[in-house]
């Protein structure tokens, strides 16, 4: 029963996904109702299955483990690979939320892109989407994981360049491609060289934790830095992060799918799924906490200075994976999955609101075109207010106690500079968000918009989002807090322990409740009766305006050259390898003509033809035969 459940998880998306692809694009079916209800009737069944995975992991000891083979992948000699799928705790937790998340947004989807004229294609993109994500983590083996982690690349630019009649979009999904495939190749590298370490002992998981001793010390560092890559460019960090910001050329729900539930994500888990060879190199996972904390704290500061609604909550997912990745590279595995899960709720919710606030005004997403919208949207504000201060980290709200225990881990740890850069950043994202949630929410109106209702398909799923992330924090509380930390507890991976007593434990958490409240104080005296676009008047904003000039550096180091690169070798190509051929072509050809002449369809010409031939042969016997004087 549960190995069925197990193939149904994964297999019901993509065939969903099939079914309504085929039917929009060889049918004339174009009735929303119906793509509306397979659309959202398979994250539903995914969800409850997924829930019912779950009630089993908790009903067994933390090595119960769910295995389902779907068909033999590999087969050379000895050595095997099955397409199969394994659920233990960890991808239990990874697919409820994933399809919980996924259902509401699915639900929101339905009102936000109604009367689009791509409907059913948005519908079969937006499961293969979600398939593509559940096959990642369900996978036994990494090269399962690698088809889903190249199937979900496949999905966000098949998404992000869903209006492609726009040059821009294409651009944008072009970029996110192009980006993940660098991080890829990392990626492949990495898994080639654990693969040449003990592949013929077998590749799951399970035979990789079993036999990871048998691989060259020295090789454990390049692996772990590989893997990493990998997941630098799906989790959108130093320096691989430039496409996420562009992402947000997609409709509204698929930048909530994308940051919420599904890609970013991908690359925390695959770290967490790999706990076993990160904890052998915690160089490498130091390595991994400082990409991590420097990107968290240079997405909050480019966030501080934007415009558009969409861009800020993109930087404000790169600073939030940065937090993460802190958790993973410095052993607190739980912890980094805990805020993976928290951030879903608000994260999600802050992209669903942002996305109502979009449509209620007719397409605008400049905050500083909004304004006075708490008295006009105010499901919307009550929502976004909640999820604000779930990101801002204030108790409690979930975002408290999953960024909290990341920072008392880097502190118990003895990484103060990690875990002080992360109270500043903590300080810098409560500034933004509430920056964000004054302009749009509190200061007076500053253009005559006209709001147009939104339609309760986008709107209860707000509510329930903001349930989530005002509540969901507590399943993590430890006893400090009241708690147990039953979401650790629960999930059972191997977290390096740093005791820390509670009093500790209390100070940094108020200090990290007063620096977000300081960050949403600055915010209220700037902006809570009044705001102006900002103006690149100094160096400083400059910088931030313009995103520290990176996408530009980017063109001038590496884009322009390349194109400068693939144009002289076009040239080369052109001048050298086709003028080659093409002067042998012309001297065949010119052969060609001369013979062609002779073949001209006379027969008096064949006729000399045959008597020039009798009279050179007989010259030439006559000459053979002649007697010598």
Known sequence: MNQTLLLLIVILPFASAAIMGMA??????????????????????????????GVQMLSNDTTFVIHSTLFEWLHIGEFQIAFSLMADRLSAVMISFVSLIGTLIHIYASGYMRDDIGYGKFFAYFNFFLGAMLLLVLAQNPIIMFIGWELVGLASYLLIGFYHQESGNITAANKAFIVNRIGDFGFVIGLAL????????????????????????????????????????????IPLYVWL?????????????????????????MVARFDFLYELIPSVGLFIATIGIASALFAAIIACM????????AYSTMSQLGYMFVAVGLGAYSAGIFHVFTHAFFKALLFMGAGAVIIALHH??????????????????????????????????????????????AFAGGHIYIW??????????????????LIVFITPAKTAHRTTEVGMS????????????????????????????????????????????????????????????????????????????????????????????????YNALVVV???????????????????????????????????????????????????????????????????PL
Do not use: C
């Open 364 to 409: 605008e997403q400049d905050i500083f075109k909004m304004g006075g919208l708490k008295t006009r949207l105010p499901l919307i504000f009550a929502t976004m207010l909640v999820a604000t201060l779930a990101i801002s980290g204030i108790p409690p709200f979930a975002g408290f106690f999953s960024k909290d225990a990341i920072l008392v881990h």
């Open 194 to 237: 654990l693969f040449l370490a003990i592949g013929d002992k077998g590749f799951g998981f399970d035979a990789i934790r079993a036999h990871i001793s048998l691989v060259d010390p020295g090789l454990l560092a390049p692996i772990g830095i590989l893997l990493f890559v990998g997941a630098m460019g799906k989790s959108a960090q």
């Open 458 to 553: 986008m709107k209860w799923p707000l509510a329930v989002l903001a349930t989530g992330s005002a509540l969901t924090g507590f399943l993590g509380a430890n006893e400090a807090y009241g708690g147990s930390n039953l979401f650790g507890t629960f999930i059972h991976l191997g977290d390096r322990v740093h005791h820390v007593d509670h009093s500790t434990e209390y100070l940094l958490g108020g200090l990290s409740v007063a620096v977000a409240l300081a960050g949403m104080m600055l915010a209220y005296l700037r902006f809570g009766k009044g705001a102006s676009e900002p103006k690149a008047d100094t160096p400083w904003r400059a910088l931030a305006i313009n995103k520290f000039y990176i996408d530009e550096i």
């Open 306 to 313: 934007q415009s558009d609604i969409k861009k800020i909550l």
């Open 561 to 627: 050259p390349l194109r400068y690169l693939s144009i002289l070798f076009d040239r080369f190509d052109t001048l050298f390898v086709d003028g080659t051929i093409n002067l042998m072509l012309l001297g065949y050809r010119g052969a060609a003509d001369a013979f062609g002449t002779l073949q001209n369809g006379k027969v008096r010409y064949y006729a000399l033809y045959i008597l020039i031939g009798i009279s050179l042969l007989s010259l030439a016997m006559l000459r053979m035969t002649r007697s």
């Open 420 to 437: 002080a850069i992360g109270v500043l950043t903590a300080f810098l994202t409560a500034y933004y968000m509430f920056r964000l949630f």
């Open 24 to 53: 929009y694009l060889f049918t004339s079916l174009r009735d929303e109702r119906i793509y509306s209800f397979i659309g959202i009737a398979t994250p539903v069944a995914v969800t409850l299955f997924s829930l019912i995975l």
């Open 245 to 269: 910001p562009d992402a947000m050329a997609g409709p509204t729900p698929v930048s909530a799918l994308i940051h919420a539930a599904t890609m970013v994500t991908a690359g925390v888990y």
